[in-house]
């Protein structure tokens, strides 16, 4: 009961108005085996925005954002309580079926893993597995408009049937982006999207990140703090395993209450 | 003797290497560390007397041969060259105080053997001193030498590391010289069984009974040689095989990488892999005794069911066929196909199952969409090893397939495969200027060049498949 009724206050205190809740997790405890990994981890997202989890290695912030796309079932003994909304419905139910809840929740890994096929199958890998698109022309249809919407199209548009393990790590990045967008998520989370690219590809992935925000509920967790006061209206702290702070991003960044989230991101712990 | 010396060579490496050490350490921090300058001393006091040692045991016997043959008495250069070669045997072995051999009486030379049987002991003892008196003075001469350069800028790491490298060459250099000698003799063989049978009639023709060029009245007739039924019976065996390896092997290794939990994991791998262990002819008679006998027994038993020409032909089947040691072999391969596929479709990165997983594809379909088409390449690769070695493989089709040529491509009929022939053409008695003999060779260097191809095919396949991740 107490939790919740936190949970009340921080969505009246902490959110900007107009953007309505999209993901709520309330009370998460996340153990590897014996191991607890997370606790009691309580927050919202709210739709139409960039939420950042910044934090030191190790500190939960990777393994909570795999909470949301149930990617944690795929690990052997890690087990995950507690309850996730999204649109104000449990996903972390065991009757859920994860493979549904993926198709609502895309996402985009640390390293750009584009698979060993051509450029356009990569893109219509979901759609073709989801059976979204009827016929050749329609899918077609789908695979131009990821493209685009992920800023590849140009790029792109003239050897769609290369193998996509051939573009650079950046146009990587975005070809993974495009098949992400390509079924039609809700939510886009992103484990550290931009660390393994350089300076300009980097810039290129957040300006990115600034248009899909328009249409998605974007998670990203990231190393740099300057990443996620550039991208991000909400920013999360992690340490040890705890959310210790949570707000708009300017309020983290220029008047976070906490003394460890000071520490960290004016770099005198990390 | 010789063989105390050679102790003796090793104290005094490990004399060399402590001296060594210790007149480097004595002198300070040099260029190279003192262990290296103390394996520089004991490198140069072992290896030319040791190399001497090696010349002496390998080639001494001849040497002194030679020396004792040099003076023959006319009575000896008289008789034929292998009588000669046996009469300095004996009279080294009498020297040595050994029996003689006894393959001929040298009564009336007896005291011609008697005087070089005295010789040779005297020439032996002499050589003998020579020689570990050379090996001594080499191995005190290069200690010294090397002692005495030690100084410390003496690169004695660049050296030493110049004869390790010279040793790893020498290695290097046997192995492929071995390989190219074995291709060499297979060769040269082959060359000679077709002066006498043309490749063409080799190759293609459809006829195979080597048996009836032995009769002295008869020259190899070119039909005798017709290799078709033999790549036929081959290419049956192996396909059987690889029907049953393939799939199974396969699947056995996407359970083993993608759905088995760890500890099932932990009983099924290393069980196929005692598969691996198996020796073939073991195999073999497993096809023979157990296999063959319930094949046999069922098509007879079909056979009887159904009655007619087929049912006829179902109840006169026999133990060995093409299917018995297709299956069989096909058996011994799944660990081979298998464990080979397991190690590769583990090697697909773990994130583009995630990111596969992460897009709503299920299991199966992650599988079957992205893990397998990244993997295939490798699978590949592993099949034609396994093909390659279904061709190679010896006994199974030897107890389990028949002996008769038949160019067929039922796998109810005996048939018999190119090593099945090469190991009836090359036991027993044997005349190699034959051309029975040596169609073995042509056999052999035909099988060679497949399996070559096969296997460098597949190594192509499998380095470009590398690429794609690392």
């Known amino acids: 009961m107490q939790m919740t009724k936190n949970v009340t206050l921080a969505r009246a205190e902490a959110l900007p108005d107009h953007a309505p809740i999209k993901i709520n997790a309330m009370g998460i405890n996340v153990f590897y085996g014996e191991k607890q990994a997370l606790f009691d981890v309580s927050i919202a997202c709210p739709d139409r925005a960039v939420t950042a989890l910044i934090g030191p290695s190790g500190c939960g912030k990777s393994t909570f954002l795999r909470c949301i796309n149930r990617m944690n079932d795929t690990i052997v003994g890690c087990r995950v309580d507690g309850r996730i909304e999204i649109d104000n419905e449990d996903v972390n139910l065991k009757s859920l079926d994860p493979v549904v809840l993926r198709s609502r929740v895309g996402m985009v890994f640390q390293k750009p893993n584009p698979f060993p096929k051509s450029i356009f199958d990569n893109v219509a890998y979901g759609p073709k597995i989801h059976g979204f698109a009827s016929s050749k022309s329609e899918l077609e249809g789908i695979v131009e408009h990821s493209l685009k919407k992920a800023g590849l199209w140009g790029e792109v548009a003239d050897r769609l049937h290369q193998p996509g393990t051939g573009l650079s790590g950046g146009q990587q990045q975005r070809l993974v982006i495009a098949r992400a967008i390509a079924v039609n998520p809700e939510v ?77 991101i004016t770099g005198r712990s990390g | 003797m010789v063989w105390i010396v050679l102790v003796l060579l090793t104290a005094l490496s490990a004399l ?141 790491r660049n050296r030493v590391e110049g004869w390790v490298s010279g040793l790893l060459i020498a290695c290097s250099t046997l192995a492929v010289l071995t390989t190219i000698g074995i291709v060499a003799s297979l060769a040269f063989e082959a060359f000679r069984f077709f002066q006498s049978v043309s490749p063409l009639a080799f190759l293609f023709g459809t006829e195979w009974s080597p048996q009836i060029a032995m009769r002295t009245d008869q020259v190899a007739a070119d039909g ?54 198996i020796p073939t002819v073991v195999y073999g008679f497993f096809a023979a005794l157990t296999v063959g006998p319930i094949f046999r027994a069922f098509f007879n038993w079909v056979g009887a069911q159904t009655g007619g020409p087929l049912g006829d032909y179902l109840m006169q089947v026999q133990n060995q066929m093409a299917l018995t040691a297709g299956v069989v072999m096909g058996i011994m391969l799944i660990p081979f196909v298998s464990s080979l ?130």
């Open chain 2, 224 to 277: 005798a040689f017709g290799a078709v039924p033999l790549f036929a019976g081959t290419f049956l065996v192996m396909l059987i095989a690889m029907i049953v390896a393939a799939p199974i092997g396969l699947y056995s290794a996407i359970y083993l990488s993608e759905y088995a939990h760890k500890t099932s994991r932990g009983v099924i791998k290393p069980l196929l892999e005692v598969l691996a262990g």
């Open chain 2, 16 to 156: 060399a290497y402590g001296l060594g050490r210790r007149k480097a350490k004595a002198a300070g921090k040099g260029h190279s560390r003192p262990n290296y300058q103390g394996a520089y001393v004991a490198l140069w006091a072992v290896v030319p007397a040791g190399l001497l040692l090696a010349v002496v045991l390998v080639f001494g016997g001849r040497i002194e041969h030679a020396m004792l043959s040099a003076d023959a008495p006319a009575a000896v250069a008289e008789l034929p060259s292998e009588q000669q070669e046996v009469f300095y045997g004996d009279a080294r072995a009498l020297a040595a105080g050994k029996a003689t051999s006894g393959t001929y009486d040298f009564g009336p030379l007896k005291a011609h053997l008697d005087a070089k049987a005295a010789q040779s002991a005297r020439q032996h003892q002499i050589f003998l001193t020579a020689a570990i008196g050379l090996a001594i003075a080499l191995a005190l001469g290069g200690f010294a030498l090397a002692f005495s350069r030690l100084k410390p800028d003496f690169r004695a």
């Open chain 1, 188 to 264: 886009i989370l992103m484990d550290e999207p931009c660390s393994a690219l350089d300076p300009i590809a980097t810039a290129k992935i957040e300006e990115l990140m600034d248009e899909l925000r328009e249409q998605y509920c974007i998670v990203i967790v990231t190393h740099s703090m300057a990443q996620a006061a550039r991208v991000s209206q909400r920013t999360a702290f992690f340490h040890l395993g705890r959310l210790v702070e949570a707000g708009t991003t300017e309020a983290i960044f220029t008047n976070p209450t906490d003394p460890r989230t000071q520490d960290y």
């Open chain 2, 341 to 470: 596929s397991d190690d590769i479709i583990n090697a697909v990165p773990q994130s583009l199952r995630d990111g596969s997983l992460a897009m709503g594809a299920t299991k199966s379909e992650t599988i079957k969409n992205v893990v397998l088409p990244a993997a295939l390449p490798g699978v590949m690769a592993a099949m034609l090893l396994a093909v390659s070695r279904a061709i190679g493989e010896t006994m199974i089709v030897t107890m389990a397939a028949g002996l008769q040529a038949k160019l067929t491509l039922n796998p109810l009929e005996t048939v018999t495969t190119v090593t099945v022939q090469i190991v009836t053409l090359l036991t027993g008695d044997q005349e190699f200027d034959s051309p029975k003999t040596l169609a073995a060779f042509g056999l052999g260097l035909t099988l060679f060049l497949v399996t070559l191809t096969l296997n460098v095919i597949a190594m192509r396949v499998v380095q470009k498949y590398r690429e794609q991740y690392d």
